[in-house]
Every structure is written in structure tokens, then in C-alpha cells.
């Protein structure tokens, strides 16, 4: 008998597992056949219910996002990536053959080249950008095929916070997460997201956030060729930890430490504003400041204003004193 470690199975689940696309169509018992239709693109194939509007809108998308991870891709061939589009959340489910938690509303297979996502109208109504879900799984595929050799064992964190940076998502509720869990002293540490998220979406969402963070903030530390440089490091064979002392000098225990550390630095603005006795005090305090520089202001204005009255014209100012004004004609 042969043992499996749990992050061993994670990273089969995660990225290697062929997507099981066996619906209904070959269930005797099955009341309706769902169709799979294929429409490709240039680096894409989009496969689709018969039934579906969108699908050259998922290729548009993908297309044009394509040419912005031609660095990650790093002249590497990688084939044609398939795009699933799930009609409900059974079905995305079954797609993924994975542990994917109800929340989720896409997950990619990068060692197979897949994506799987819900249909475009649950992204929607869960306040997704579909543009965003299909960038951030495309950039797992490239990043997968580019770590082929060391994909299986570098952190979740790492791996989730290269999808969030390259692909340029943005989500606001992120910061709101890490400024409430900052607040809180209940930051999770990056070795504990090295094998797998929190179930809950609320902790879940944390660690999202926490792995952008951390990427974003190796960036604006030691420069983003250095994130480059770590990449390529992985890409070669080696682990992340090796690759963070070669590229940066810290291990990644050290660098864990110091990111957490410069959060409360990073925060401590908002931390002054969290205490809503203080945030209304200092509120109030800029009305007020607001409200006496504007009636100082109004007030040397009027002053201007009397002085300029006061002032006796050139012209009748020489009448007064009987001289005549020069003659320019």
C-alpha cells in the first residue's frame, strides 16, 4: 500500500485530474442530452451548451487577453487551452471532478490546459467580472505550464497570488477583508496556506487577499524583475523557498515574517480611522477647520475689497489737486 500526503493530493486534484465531461448524454436514464458545441479561436477552444449566447464573447475576451502573458509563456508552446462553460453549479461540478466549494465559480487544470467556469450569468449575479474569472484562470494555465517540473510543490498562496497579480484583478471587498482581519490580529500566516484555502468563503476570501498582498508587496519591495527572477528560478526545478533566496536573499520564513510586519505599518492609517469616536471627532474637526478658512478667506476678500473702494481714482485724484493729467494725443 501506498501513502499519499494531503498536499501530494491537493495538487492532484488541484491540477492534474482530466476534466470528466460524461453528462447526461451517455445516461440511458437521463430525461435530457445536453450538447457540447466548440467554437475555436487562434490559442482557444470555448466549448458551450447548443443553447448558449456567449461563447465568442469568452473567446474575445481570452483572445485579448492572451498577448499580456507572453512573458509568463516565455516563447514556450503550450497548445490550445479549453474553456468549459458549466450551464448550473451540477454541472460545473461534475466538470471540475474536484473539491470545489459552492462558492466558487471557476477553477483551471493547468497540466491539462482546462478551465472550467459557470455560466456567465451566475458570475454576474455573484458580483464576478467574467473578464476577471477568465484572466485569472488563464494565467494559471501559463503559470502551470511554465513550473511544469515544480508546480506540484510550490504554496497555494504563491500560485493564487500570481494568478490575482498578473491578470490584473481587482476586487475592493479584498482590502475591506485584510483591513478587518489586520484589525483583529487574526492574519493567517503564509505557511499555513501553503497546501489549501480555508473552507469557509469569508476566510477564504482572506487568503486571496493575503496572497495578492504578499506577491504585491515583494514587487514594491524588491522590484518586480526580482518576482520575474523567481519565476524563472521555478521554471528551471527549483522550489520557491530556494528561489526567494536566490532572488531576494530571505527564505521564505523570513520573507512570511516581514510581510507581516509591514502590514500593520502599511494599515496603521486606517487604523487610526477604524475607532468611530475618532473617525467622526476628526470629521467634524475638518468641518470646522474647513468652515474658519473659508470665512478668514471671505473676510480678506471684503477687506480687499473696502481698500480698493477707498482709493481715489488717478484721473479725479489730479482734478483734486489741480494739475492736469499728461496729454498723450
Not at 118 to 133: A, Y
Amino acid at each position: 500500500m501506498y501513502a499519499i500526503s494531503r498536499k501530494a493530493l491537493h495538487t492532484l486534484y488541484r491540477f492534474c485530474l482530466p476534466i470528466l465531461l460524461m453528462f447526461s448524454a451517455t445516461t440511458s436514464d437521463s430525461a435530457t442530452e445536453e450538447t457540447w458545441e466548440m467554437l475555436e479561436s487562434e490559442h482557444f477552444q470555448i466549448y458551450y451548451q447548443s443553447d448558449e449566447t456567449h461563447p465568442q464573447d469568452i473567446a474575445d475576451i481570452a483572445e485579448d487577453f492572451y498577448p499580456q502573458i507572453h512573458r509568463l509563456i516565455n516563447g514556450i508552446e503550450i497548445g490550445k487551452i479549453e474553456i468549459w462553460m458549466c450551464r448550473t453549479q451540477q454541472q460545473f461540478q461534475a466538470a471540475a471532478h474536484a473539491p470545489i466549494q459552492d462558492w466558487a465559480v471557476g477553477c483551471a487544470f493547468p497540466l491539462s490546459r482546462r478551465i472550467v467556469i459557470q455560466n456567465p450569468r451566475v458570475i454576474i449575479d455573484r458580483k464576478f467580472q467574467l473578464s476577471q474569472v477568465l484572466r485569472h484562470e488563464i494565467v494559471h494555465i501559463a503559470f502551470g505550464q511554465r513550473t511544469k517540473s515544480t508546480i506540484g510543490d510550490i504554496p497555494l498562496w504563491f500560485i493564487e497570488g500570481i494568478a490575482i497579480y498578473l491578470s490584473g484583478e481587482w476586487a475592493p471587498h479584498r482590502h475591506d477583508v485584510m483591513f478587518e482581519h489586520i484589525l483583529s490580529k487574526s492574519i493567517i500566516p503564509l505557511a499555513d496556506l501553503s497546501e489549501q484555502f480555508p473552507t469557509p468563503e469569508r476566510k477564504a476570501q482572506l487568503a486571496y487577499a493575503e496572497s495578492l498582498n504578499a506577491v504585491a508587496w515583494l514587487t514594491k519591495t524588491a522590484g518586480e524583475e526580482k518576482l520575474w527572477e523567481v519565476i524563472d528560478l521555478l521554471s528551471v526545478g527549483n522550489d520557491l523557498n530556494t528561489a526567494y533566496k536566490q532572488a531576494i536573499g530571505w527564505d521564505l520564513a523570513t520573507f512570511d515574517a516581514a510581510w507581516q510586519a509591514s502590514l500593520s505599518e502599511r494599515y496603521r492609517w486606517a487604523a487610526l480611522f477604524s475607532n468611530s469616536y475618532l473617525f467622526w471627532g476628526s470629521l467634524g474637526l475638518v468641518f470646522i477647520l474647513v468652515y474658519i478658512w473659508r470665512r478668514r478667506r471671505t473676510r480678506q476678500q471684503l477687506v480687499a475689497l473696502e481698500q480698493q473702494e477707498s482709493q481715489v481714482d488717478p484721473f479725479f485724484r489730479s482734478k483734486t489737486l489741480g494739475t492736469e493729467p499728461d496729454n498723450h494725443s
